[in-house]
C-alpha cells in the first residue's frame, strides 16, 4: 500500500516509537521550546494524533536561558508492556532523566534523574529476564567515542552497574542515538553515526549477549542519502519497530531540501518512515536497499489519510491553547489568558527576540514551503513597546513585521546574523486592530499588514537566510506572534490563521 513520507511534516526530528497498550506511540525532540517532546499515537503507523506533551509543566523542564539548539535533545519512547517510559537530555542543564505513565490520557510522572549518567540520546531496554538497561554516547567529554550501557533501577533512576563501552560503531563521526531491541535470539544494536548532517547514516550490530561483543552488519550503513541526488538528505536517527501484524519498520529523520548544487532547509529535520526486511542471515534491509522516496510503498494496514495542517485558532471562542501552538523556553504562563469572547490575552515581557530571557511569544511549526500565517490582534491596551508576528528559527535569524505602539509605526526587519535592519516602515493610522501576515513559496517569504481592511506590503526574504545550514539549529522555522514591553503592555490575539498549500 502507497503512503506518503513526511509522515510528521515540519519540525519533528529524532523520532522513537514503540507499541503500548495495543497502540503504537511517537516522540520527537523539542530542543528550546515549551511544551516539551509531543507524544503521537497511532493504530497504524501512519495516522498520527498528537496526545499532548511529555513535559507540560514549568517544574518538569528548565529552559531557563537555553541558548539556540540546546534544551531536548533525541527522546527515547519505551515500555515494559505495564508503563510508558520517554528518556532524554536536558542539554541546558545537562542531565538525562525520564518521565513515565500508566495511562497516557492521565499525564506523565515528574522527572527522574539519573545521577552519574551523561552524554546524550538516552535510550532504554527491557530485557527478558526482567533487567533494566540504559543506553547513550559520549558527548562533549574525554570520554571514547562511542556508545555507553548500564543497568539501571527503573524504579528509582539508580544505576545498577558500571557504565560499560559497548560500540564505536564503524568509525563515523559522531556515534550516537543507540537503541537496542532484541530479535531471534540476538540483541541488536541500531545508531546513527557520521552526525545528523548530509554525511548521516543508520548501522546496525548484534551480539548474543546485551553486553556485546557486537558485531558490525556486513551492509553497514543499512540507510544513508549521503552522496545520494535526492530532495530527501540527511536521513539518519532510525528508531525499528515491529507492528501487529509481525512487519518490521523504521522511523528516521529526514530534510525537504531546496537549493541545486548547495542544498538548503529552513522547515527542520522531519519523521520520515520506511518499510523493513531480513534477509537470510538475520540482518535488516531497509526498503529493499533503496533511499526513501516522498511516495513509498510498505505492508500497511490501513490507508494513509493525507492530513492538511492548515488550521484557524478562534482565541475568542476557543477554551484552550492548542497543542500544537508553542513557546520559546519557559512561559511565564500568567502571560497568556483567553477570555471568552475577547481573546489571548497575552502580556508583555522585557525578554526580545534576539535574546534568551524570557518572553512573551508563542508559535507554531511551518510544516510546508507554501504557508499562509496571519494574526488578528488588538492592540487598544498597548501603547509602549512592540509586538508582532515573526518567522523564526533562532534568536540570530529571523523576520519580523513589528509594531511599535508608542511610535505608531509598523515595520519590517531582518536578523540575519550580525545583518540586523530595518527594510522599510511606515506610520500607522489610527487603529487599535491590526492583521499581520506573512506566506511563503520554496523561495521566499513575503510580510505584509491589513488595516482599515486594506493590505499594505512590506517586503519579501529569502527562506535560504533562514536555513539550518546558515542558522547552524537543530530546529526548523516558527511562524508565531510575539509582545515586548512590560507585562502591563497587553495585546489580545484575536485569531491566528495557518494554512499550507493553498
Ligand atoms: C540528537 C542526535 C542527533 O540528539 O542530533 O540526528 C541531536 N541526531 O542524535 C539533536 O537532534
Redesign the pocket.
Given at each position: 500500500m502507497e503512503y506518503r513520507n513526511p509522515i510528521l511534516k515540519g519540525f519533528y526530528?529524532?523520532p522513537s516509537v514503540c507499541k503500548f497498550q495495543g497502540k503504537y506511540y511517537l516522540v520527537t525532540?523539542t530542543f528550546e521550546y515549551f511544551p516539551g517532546i509531543p507524544v503521537f499515537e497511532s493504530d497504524d503507523l501512519v495516522n498520527w494524533e498528537q496526545k499532548g506533551h511529555c513535559l507540560d509543566t514549568n517544574s518538569d523542564l528548565d529552559l531557563t536561558n537555553s541558548e539556540v539548539s540546546k534544551g531536548l535533545?533525541?527522546p527515547t519512547i519505551r515500555s515494559d508492556g505495564k508503563r510508558l517510559y520517554v528518556i532524554v537530555t536536558n542539554v541546558t542543564i545537562m542531565r538525562n532523566f525520564y518521565v513515565y505513565t500508566d495511562d497516557i490520557e492521565s499525564g506523565w510522572s515528574d522527572p527522574i534523574f539519573i545521577d552519574g549518567w551523561s552524554g546524550?540520546?538516552p535510550s532504554l531496554f527491557f530485557d527478558d529476564n526482567g533487567k533494566v538497561y540504559i543506553q547513550g554516547n559520549s558527548y562533549k567529554s574525554d570520554e571514547t567515542l562511542g556508545i555507553y550501557q548500564a543497568e539501571l533501577d527503573i524504579t528509582t533512576g539508580v544505576l545498577l552497574s558500571e557504565k560499560s563501552y559497548i560500540c564505536a560503531g564503524t568509525g563515523g563521526k559522531a556515534p550516537?542515538?543507540p537503541h537496542i531491541f532484541k530479535r531471534d535470539g540476538f540483541y541488536y544494536l541500531l545508531m546513527?553515526e557520521g552526525g545528523?548532517e548530509y554525511g548521516?547514516m543508520v548501522t546496525i550490530f548484534r551480539s548474543s549477549s546485551i553486553s556485546g561483543p557486537f558485531e558490525s552488519c556486513p551492509e553497514n550503513p543499512i540507510l544513508t542519502h549521503r552522496s545520494i541526488q535526492s530532495k530527501i538528505q540527511c536521513v539518519?536517527?532510525a528508531d525499528f519497530i515491529e507492528d501487529k501484524n509481525g512487519n518490521w519498520w523504521t522511523f528516521c529523520?529526514g530534510i525537504r531540501v531546496k537549493g541545486s548544487h548547495s542544498y538548503y532547509h529552513h522547515l527542520g529535520r522531519e519523521t520520515f518512515l520506511a518499510p523493513v526486511t531480513w534477509n537470510s542471515e538475520g540482518w535488516p534491509i531497509v526498503n529493499n536497499n533503496n533511499p526513501l522516496e516522498f511516495e513509498m510503498e510498505g505492508p500497511l494496514t490501513v490507508p494513509q489519510i493525507i492530513k492538511d495542517n492548515s488550521t484557524t485558532y478562534d482565541f475568542e471562542a476557543l477554551k484552550k491553547i492548542p497543542e500544537r501552538v508553542i513557546f520559546l523556553r519557559n512561559p511565564d504562563i500568567n502571560n497568556y489568558k483567553i477570555v471568552e469572547n475577547d481573546g489571548l490575552i497575552m502580556h508583555g515581557s522585557q525578554g526580545k527576540l534576539t535574546d534568551t530571557s524570557k518572553i512573551s511569544f508563542m508559535g507554531i511549526r511551518q510544516s510546508e514551503f507554501n504557508i499562509y500565517f496571519s494574526v488578528l490582534l488588538d492592540f487598544s491596551n498597548h501603547n509602549q513597546g512592540q509586538f508582532g508576528i515573526a518567522a523564526f528559527m533562532s534568536r540570530e535569524f529571523h523576520y519580523l513585521v513589528e509594531v511599535d505602539s508608542e511610535r505608531e509605526t509598523v515595520s519590517f526587519r531582518k536578523k540575519i546574523g550580525s545583518i540586523d535592519y530595518v527594510v522599510c516602515e511606515y506610520d500607522l493610522p489610527e487603529v487599535s486592530g491590526i492583521e499581520l501576515k506573512v506566506t511563503s513559496d520554496d523561495k521566499y517569504y513575503y510580510f505584509s499588514y491589513i488595516v482599515e481592511g486594506k493590505e499594505n506590503l512590506l517586503g519579501q526574504a529569502e527562506c535560504a537566510f533562514l536555513a539550518s545550514e546558515l542558522s547552524g539549529t537543530?530546529t526548523g522555522t516558527i511562524l508565531g506572534t510575539y509582545n515586548h514591553g512590560d507585562e502591563s503592555q497587553v495585546v489580545i490575539v484575536k485569531k491566528m490563521s495557518y494554512l499550507e498549500n493553498k
Open positions: 526530528p529524532d525532540s535533545f533525541a546524550i540520546d550516537e542515538a546513527a545528523t548521516h539518519g536517527h529523520l537543530f
